[in-house]
Every structure is written in structure tokens, then in C-alpha cells.
């Protein structure tokens, strides 16, 4: 059983920076698609962001320039640099995986329930 599990997550002005990792628990298959996702309490979750087995990055257009996805297959860990945070950045993000590309994934996937999927860690940016 693959496991996802989310750090870093925490209370930070705007303007902050913070980094998130999901470390998994095994391997996944390399031609997984690697992602974060977020989602505010009564609302869609979202995809932020997707690294994929190449190294290729897509990111959502709210994030661009500001957030920075990356991955160290050697040590199992996803990773989200997160700076000039602002308030709407508010949410529980998640990391995940799935075998889908990342543009698809990341543009459809917060619908979804299969793939692998950590538990979440709470980011609130305050004004």
C-alpha cells in the first residue's frame, strides 16, 4: 500500500513563503504524474501544480511565478515552494499521483478518487 504523507503546511502572512513536501512510502512507477492539489472547505478541490517522469512542470495560472514544484526520486519526496503567498492561498493541500499526463491531470484530477492521495496539510495565509 502506497502511502502519501503531507509536511510544512502552517500560518503565514501574505507576502510569506512556505514549503510543502509529501514524502511516499515506496516507489511509485516512474511515469507517474506527480501533483499537488487544493481545496477550500465547500469548494472544488484544484490542481496547483504537476512535475512529470521527465522533469516537465505545468502549473495553474493563479500560481505561475510564484510557486515552484520539484522532486527528489531519491528520496521518495514531492516538493512545493511556495512564495509571495497571498490569502486566497488559503486551503488543505494534497499531494498526489496518477499515471494520467500531468495536463490532464492536473486540469481534471481533483474530480477524481483513483491514484494515490495523502491526507493533506493546512496552509492559511493571512492579510
Known amino acids: 500500500q502506497v502511502q502519501l504523507v503531507e509536511s510544512g503546511g502552517g500560518s503565514v502572512q501574505a507576502g510569506g513563503s512556505l514549503t510543502l513536501s509529501c514524502v511516499v512510502s515506496?516507489?511509485?512507477?516512474?511515469?507517474?504524474?506527480m501533483a499537488w492539489f487544493r481545496q477550500v472547505s465547500g469548494k472544488e478541490r484544484e490542481g496547483v501544480a504537476a512535475v512529470d517522469h521527465d522533469g516537465s512542470t505545468t502549473y495553474a495560472d493563479s500560481v505561475k511565478g510564484r510557486f515552484s514544484i520539484s522532486k527528489d526520486n531519491a528520496k521518495n519526496t514531492l516538493y512545493l515552494q511556495m512564495n509571495n503567498l497571498k490569502p486566497e492561498d488559503t486551503a488543505m493541500y494534497y499531494c498526489?499521483?496518477?499515471?494520467?499526463?500531468?495536463?490532464?491531470?492536473?486540469?481534471?484530477?481533483?474530480?477524481?478518487?483513483?491514484?494515490?492521495w495523502g491526507q493533506g496539510t493546512q496552509v492559511t495565509v493571512s492579510s
Open positions: 515506496r516507489s511509485i512507477d516512474s511515469r507517474y504524474c
Open positions: 498526489a499521483a496518477d499515471p494520467s499526463t500531468c495536463v490532464v491531470f492536473l486540469q481534471y484530477g481533483g474530480a477524481w478518487t483513483r491514484g494515490y
